[in-house]
Nanobody
């Protein structure tokens, strides 16, 4: 089992910044990738950004140039730096981890609310 604990959500003004953190613990051997998804009311959950064990990053078109995913392997933590926030970034953000051992396992954090409003 892998546990994911998120922090850093909250309220920001349009144009402002927030940084989300996701700390992984437990059996993280075989951790292949971690990422952030978000779900706004009435919408499907969507990928925001991900980073593989090799450091390859992937971003949704809507956040490219504004959001940056990074990692601290020593702390088993991933970060999502969100700049130039827009009201449409308002959503619950979920940390996600993919672990591949004998099979593929997917884990989710509890979610953290991000609200962008003036």
């Amino acid at each position: 089992q892998v546990q994911l604990v998120e922090s850093g959500g909250g309220l920001a003004q349009p144009g402002g910044s927030l940084r989300l953190s996701c700390a992984a613990s437990g059996n993280i051997f075989g951790l292949a990738a971690m990422g952030w998804y978000r779900q706004a009311p009435g919408k499907q959950r969507e990928l925001v950004a991900s980073i593989s064990s090799g450091g390859r990053t992937n971003y949704a078109d809507s956040v490219k140039g504004r959001f940056t995913i990074s990692r601290d392997n020593a702390k088993n933590t991933r970060y999502l730096q969100m700049n130039s926030l827009k009201p449409e970034d308002t959503a619950v953000y979920y940390c996600n981890a993919i672990v591949v051992t004998d099979s593929r396992h997917e884990y989710w954090g509890q979610g953290t609310q991000v609200t962008v409003a003036s």
